[in-house]
T-cell receptor, first 115, second 111 residues
Framework: ETGVTQTPRHLVMGMTNKKSLKCEQH?????MYWYKQSAKKPLELMFV???????ENNSVPSRFSPECPNSSHLFLHLHTLQPEDSALYLC??????????????FGPGTRLTVL | QKEVEQDPGPLSVPEGAIVSLNCTYS??????FMWYRQYSRKGPELLMY????GNKEDGRFTAQVDKSSKYISLFIRDSQPSDSATYLC???????????FGAGTRLAVHP
């Protein structure tokens, strides 16, 4: 595997289900990100992790719970979602987070549909 | 006023046309200016980035930044069907590597 991988690629869940999204980066990076991409809207940053520590939570509802067990893996645990949470969820990684720009590399995303 | 404005399109052009994609922004603190390309069912990939005002060229692609007007452009020369994708402008202002994205412009290049 190379780059940033995400599983599953597609997920359909009911509002009462609990599911998890997985992201793995094979780039040796130290920072990882979760983004939400809805149709015709800008990418919304959800969470940022640097060296496994959460550095940003962009006012995300508690029904989204991130987990970063190590610098290579990132999870997004989902529970009691709403239909408006249906979107493409993108994971990204970068070498680090500093005051200057570090290129972010994106995975292919998980297309989530909440019924 | 939105921090970033980008026309969502869609923009449909014939093969070989010159394409112009644009974004305006309001935050004077933006330091880096980026263009990402996103193919269908894929994640965004960085196409080009610039730090200062002026032009930067890479093959058929030219990125242009006008800080005084808070306006950035991406030009694609001799467009190809393989250029059909959504193009996202993005901006970086420091801090925790946080990027601010435009909504994306969908481009279709038809043979």
């Amino acid at each position: 595997e190379t780059g940033v991988t995400q599983t599953p690629r597609h997920l359909v869940m009911g509002m009462t289900n609990k599911k998890s999204l997985k992201c793995e980066q094979h780039l040796g990076h130290n920072a990882m990100y979760w983004y939400k991409q809805s149709a015709k809207k800008p990418l919304e940053l959800m969470f940022v992790y640097n060296f496994k520590e959460q550095t940003e939570n962009n006012s995300v509802p508690s029904r989204f719970s991130p987990e970063c067990p190590n610098s290579s893996h990132l999870f997004l645990h989902l529970h009691t979602l709403q239909p408006e949470d249906s979107a493409l969820y993108l994971c990204a990684s970068s070498q680090e987070i500093t005051g200057s720009y570090n290129e972010q590399f994106f995975g292919p995303g998980t297309r989530l549909t909440v019924l | 006023q939105k921090e970033v404005e980008q026309d969502p399109g869609p923009l449909s052009v014939p093969e070989g046309a010159i394409v112009s994609l644009n974004c305006t922004y309001s935050n004077s603190a933006f330091q880096y200016f980026m263009w990402y390309r996103q193919y269908s069912r894929k994640g965004p990939e960085l196409l080009m980035y610039t730090y200062s005002s002026g032009n930067k060229e890479d093959g058929r692609f030219t990125a242009q930044v006008d800080k005084s007007s808070k306006y950035i452009s991406l030009f694609i020369r001799d467009s190809q069907p393989s250029d059909s994708a959504t193009y996202l402008c993005a901006f970086f202002s420091g801090g925790y590597n946080k990027l601010i994205f435009g909504a994306g412009t969908r481009l279709a290049v038809h043979p």
